[in-house]
């Protein structure tokens, strides 16, 4: 069972259920105005098929990596070794098609089976992203952005109503305009594209060796490590941008609380990080500025619990 459990990325799992609970009783369920998602019944079924999908992403994309990552990091590699390749390629199918049934069930009872082709594209992406687009220019790097992105999305195209709902008021301003909740999911799922298309490119830097050995064409590899360190800086710098505006808008509206945990838990590691990552040019070191791009990722995360208190209390 730890093996399996290895192979899944369980914490990376735990994260993707915990980001689509947030932003689901943050802004579905306690907005009070819900068309399907009334009830954790009904949440859970489509939270479940994200993350069986996922699972599944992360078994293929390892069978298919198993050369790269003996050279990269041998002592984490369970295929093969712990598990079986026949059983591997069995749970992927398993796991898909559990997916697809859970996402169905909630299609079908909201009458737009249609809903289920996100789960079927994202099955595809995740399947040519290990097979081709992985070891490709760029191309591989934002599609895994792309599938961060549709985690958040997946929410508003199963939730119709989010269209016409507005969060309440803010106490703390009579002035602060209500804000739709599928705005606020959008913002957050642009930032979770642009924080993983640079985490996607560190991960490439940290994994130069083995993947220049198998022939890919990855942004470190074509361009250099320098190169994609001011890159991934760069990204950084407009997603810094970004967060100042509604930082600014945050304060004008009042919401310090929230201003100041953006400002202290986001911001402020993210141009730390902009400066750290190009500081040297060792794994260890893109190891660790991995890492602190998914910390940062899982507080702004927290960012949404902080809005959905200092709204309502």
């Known amino acids: 069972m730890k093996n399996w459990l290895r192979l899944i990325r369980w914490k990376n799992l ?19 105005n819900f068309w399907r998602f009334g009830a954790i019944a009904d949440f859970l079924p489509l939270a479940g098929s994200t993350v069986l999908i996922a699972a599944a992403g992360y078994i293929i994309n390892d069978y298919f990596d ?45 009458h737009h089976l249609e809903w289920v082709m996100l789960q079927v594209i994202c099955i595809a992406l995740l399947w ?45 301003s009579i002035h602060l305009q209500p804000i739709k ?11 979770a594209f642009m924080l993983t298309w640079m985490r ?26 320098q190169f994609s360190a001011i890159f991934a800086q760069v990204l950084g710098g407009i997603t810094l941008a970004s967060l100042v505006v509604i930082t600014g808008y945050l304060v004008q509206h009042a919401n310090l609380i929230l201003a100041a945990y953006t400002v202290a838990f986001i911001v402020a590691p993210l141009a730390w990080w902009c400066y750290f990552v190009s500081r ?34």
């Open 66 to 110: 198993i050369k790269i990552d003996i050279i990269n990091r041998p002592g984490k590699v369970v295929l093969e070794k712990k598990i079986p390749l026949k059983a591997a390629i069995l749970a992927h199918v398993i796991l898909n098609i559990a997916g697809l049934a859970l996402a169905a069930s909630v299609a079908l009872g909201a």
């Open 14 to 32: 735990l994260i993707v259920f915990f980001t689509q609970l947030v932003v689901w009783y943050c802004l579905i369920y306690d907005s009070g």
């Open 280 to 313: 040297t040019h060792t794994t260890a070191h893109y190891h660790v500025a991995s890492r602190w791009l998914k910390i940062i990722m899982i507080s702004g995360i927290c960012s949404l619990i902080v809005y959905h208190f200092t709204n309502n209390y």
């Open 181 to 191: 909740p599928d705005w606020i999911l959008y913002c957050y799922a642009f930032f």
């Open 200 to 225: 996607e490119i560190v991960k490439d830097m940290e994994d130069f060796i083995g993947d220049a050995e198998q022939g890919c064409v990855t942004m470190p590899i074509k361009m250099g490590l």
């Open 128 to 172: 040519f992203y290990s097979t081709h687009f992985k070891r490709q220019f760029i191309t591989g790097n934002i599609v895994v952005a792309i599938l961060t992105a549709l985690a958040v999305i997946v929410l508003a195209v199963y939730e119709p109503a989010m269209n016409e709902v507005h969060m309440k008021r803010n106490i703390l």
